[in-house]
T-cell receptor
Framework: AQSVTQLGSHVSVSEGALVLLRCNYS??????LFWYVQYPNQGLQLLLK??????LVKGINGFEAEFKKSETSFHLTKPSAHMSDAAEYFC???????????FGAGTTVTVRA | EAEVAQSPRYKITEKSQAVAFWCDPI?????LYWYRQILGQGPELLVQ????????DSQLPKDRFSAERLKGVDSTLKIQPAELGDSAMYLC??????????FGQGTRLTVV
């Protein structure tokens, strides 16, 4: 079975500062990994995904994440936070070739002006 | 741009009543998922369909929840009777064999 742990339920950053959201996974096989963003009372939008190949993955809105097998991590970063980045972020894992997702508990990001 | 359609967006129902949610996946997506998201938590899978067949319903509370996808296209999730603890966001998603899951806007259920 796959599982995800997101460290930190709330992160507060200043506008223009680095955003770092932490995700560690557990999987018996090399997994697929995802980051989704959710705005209030909305569905989930895919930010980026790792399936195979290059371990540094670039996504939408300036976000990127790096798959580190040795650390079982898939942390999400953005060099410079914007007010529009305020949302909830979910890390998720699936078996390779499958898109049935196991989600972490989520991290709420607030951006200070 | 193709989207997963869900209705209604919001639903308030009294406990012990029946409630149903509808989902229309992206055209051509054979796999359909229903997730439940309790406030402050990540989504949890309730049921997965491949075409009209249930692939995984291990987390579906079958005493009160049912799901169907009769023609392998749109799907309905039903709760009967609703309980206070069923208050949550119900998310539908769809995918193909080669693409990630795309989510609808969800149905926010409040049971009073």
């Amino acid at each position: 079975a796959q599982s995800v742990t997101q460290l930190g339920s709330h992160v507060s950053v200043s506008e223009g500062a680095l955003v770092l959201l932490r995700c560690n996974y557990s999987s018996s096989v090399p997994p697929y990994l995802f980051w989704y963003v959710q705005y209030p009372n909305q569905g989930l939008q895919l930010l980026l995904k790792y399936t195979t190949g290059a371990t540094l993955v670039k996504g939408i809105n300036g976000f990127e994440a790096e798959f580190k097998k040795s650390e079982t991590s898939f942390h999400l970063t953005k060099p410079s936070a914007h007010m529009s980045d305020a949302a909830e972020y979910f890390c998720a894992v699936s078996l390779p070739g499958d898109y049935k997702l196991s989600f972490g508990a989520g991290t709420t990001v607030t951006v200070r002006a | 741009e193709a989207e997963v359609a869900q209705s209604p967006r919001y639903k308030i129902t009294e406990k012990s009543q029946a409630v149903a949610f509808w989902c229309d996946p992206i055209s051509g997506h054979a796999t359909l998922y229903w997730y439940r998201q309790i406030l402050g938590q990540g989504p949890e899978l309730l049921v997965q369909f491949q075409d009209e067949s249930v692939v995984d319903d291990s987390q579906l509370p079958k005493d009160r929840f049912s799901a169907e996808r009769l023609k392998g296209v749109d799907s309905t999730l039903k709760i009967q009777p609703a309980e206070l603890g069923d208050s949550a966001m119900y998310l539908c998603a769809s995918s193909t064999m080669n693409t990630e899951a795309f989510f609808g806007q969800g149905t926010r259920l409040t049971v009073v």
